[in-house]
């Protein structure tokens, strides 16, 4: 709250410091509703891109890019109602201006947040405890992808070698225990860290994400945890269509000049239509045609059969890997939400092989088929393309059980961000070879 207090402070700043660059005759003081109003529109709006977040262990990068989106919505918006409600403060020199000193006001408060929240959080020793050196290599690879500065990966221990890792212990601020560990370890592993003080990250199993929203209960002298049963109402669904159908008519118009431009590009610059179908599993598993613009070469897996695609697939036109970065490629699918087989937001769809192979290995993927497929989800928004389909799952259950109507909003004004983060659409990186060593010449030792 004292965050958001402050940016609403720095509105009513640019505004004052607006008025006075351009001499206007009307002053902020003389509109202090409006300038509240604005103020508390701008914040609105940051909170629903997320900007509110925790800071510590995030790129700076991204809070950029959610200030120039907000901030240009929100003069939008203001430029928009001074052509209703006529005020001289409004102008549209006023409004830019005002803006600009804005982004540099927030851009430069956040930043030396930013820092301090880095200064304090930083720096991190982290130690990767897993049963096996495979999945524990996967995991380093997380934390030497992630925003720099934060984390520091000091070695990688096997859940088995107590002693060793009780002593190792004392050096490091940061545990991060497998999940592919088991149940016995873990509790093993959870004390030793209590009992020194150490921070402990855990990847959740499945029927962890299913606990997240438990309440506290007691039956006689038993602690117990009481999962809630997520019900759908009959007013979520109506809330949740009559999103789908607005935002969808309002995405088609706003993204049809791009969308002729693309079926252009394709058919131009490669050989084959520009759109294609493609059947997918919806609700309930019942398949569907899901429309998509072609970003690979015409009959990709007439000789391989079904393949997911990697980060540098050959099969990829190089229109398509533009497409991909900026998620283009599924704007089709609007048709598809506009037919009742699609919702903006929730779990992607995946093909017929695909959900039996991964049902077959993960029991709770059905589980995502309960509800409609979305355009966007929580998994394309918080994941990556080259992102394990286990890692993309624990972000669905999560979104299925939090559903909210706030929740879909954020996703889709997130995913609209992500368009321009080209480095979110990109596979995960390999560890460089000398990192890798160390890593596990310290298993080893």
């Given at each position: ?92 020199e006023v409004v830019l201006t005002a803006s600009l ?107 962890e994400v299913f606990i997240q929203g438990s309440t ?230």
């Open positions: 709250m004292s965050l958001v207090l402050f940016d609403i402070a720095l509105i009513h700043l640019g505004y004052f410091t607006a008025s006075l660059l351009l001499n206007s005759a009307a002053s902020p003081l003389d509109n202090a509703q409006s300038v509240t109003y604005i103020a508390a529109l701008t914040c609105g709006v940051l909170y629903l891109f997320g900007f509110y977040l925790d800071l510590k262990r995030k790129g700076f990068t991204p809070l950029i890019y959610i200030i120039l989106f907000s901030i240009t919505i929100v003069a939008f918006l203001s430029v928009l109602g001074g052509s209703y409600y006529p005020m001289q403060y409004l102008s549209l000193i804005h982004v540099i006001l927030l851009i430069g408060s956040r930043f030396i947040f930013w820092r301090i929240v880095k200064g304090l959080h930083g720096q991190k020793k982290v130690l990767i405890v897993a049963n096996d050196e495979t999945s524990g290599i996967a995991l380093a690879d997380k934390f030497l992808s992630h925003h720099k500065g934060w984390y520091i990966v000091t070695g990688l221990f096997l859940a088995s070698g107590k002693k060793r890792l009780e002593n190792s212990l004392q050096e490091v601020d940061v545990v991060l225990i497998s999940p592919l560990v088991d149940e016995k370890q873990r509790t093993r592993l959870v004390s030793l860290c209590v009992k020194y003080e150490k921070e402990i990250l855990i990847v959740p199993q499945f029927f506290q209960q007691q039956v006689d002298d038993m602690l117990v945890l009481s999962i809630p049963v997520v019900e759908s109402t009959i007013v979520k669904r109506v809330l949740k269509r009559t999103f789908d159908v607005v935002g969808s008519f309002l995405l088609v118009v706003a993204t049809s000049p791009v969308m002729i431009s693309l079926w252009m590009l394709i058919r131009l610059t490669s050989k084959g239509p520009a759109l294609f179908k493609q059947e997918r599993l919806g609700i309930n598993g019942q398949p569907y045609l899901i429309y998509k613009f072609r970003s690979m070469v015409q009959d990709a897996e007439k000789e391989t059969g079904p393949v997911l695609a990697t980060a540098r697939d050959s099969r990829i036109t190089p229109i398509g890997k533009w497409m991909r970065a900026t998620r283009l490629d599924e704007l089709p699918q609007l048709y598809n939400v506009v037919k009742g087989e699609m919702s903006l937001v929730g779990p992607r769809p995946e093909r017929k092989f695909f959900c039996d192979q991964f049902q077959r290995e993960m029991a709770e993927y059905s589980y995502r088929m309960t509800v409609k497929p979305g355009l966007t989800g929580l998994a394309q928004v918080m994941a990556k393309y080259a992102t394990t389909p286990e890692d993309k799952l624990r972000f669905d259950l999560f979104y299925i059980r939090n559903y909210s109507l706030g929740s879909d909003i954020k996703i889709v004004l997130q995913t609209i961000r992500i368009l321009f983060q080209r480095g979110q659409a990109r596979g995960v990186g390999e560890i460089n070879n000398r990192k890798k060593k160390e890593i596990i010449t310290t298993t080893r030792s």
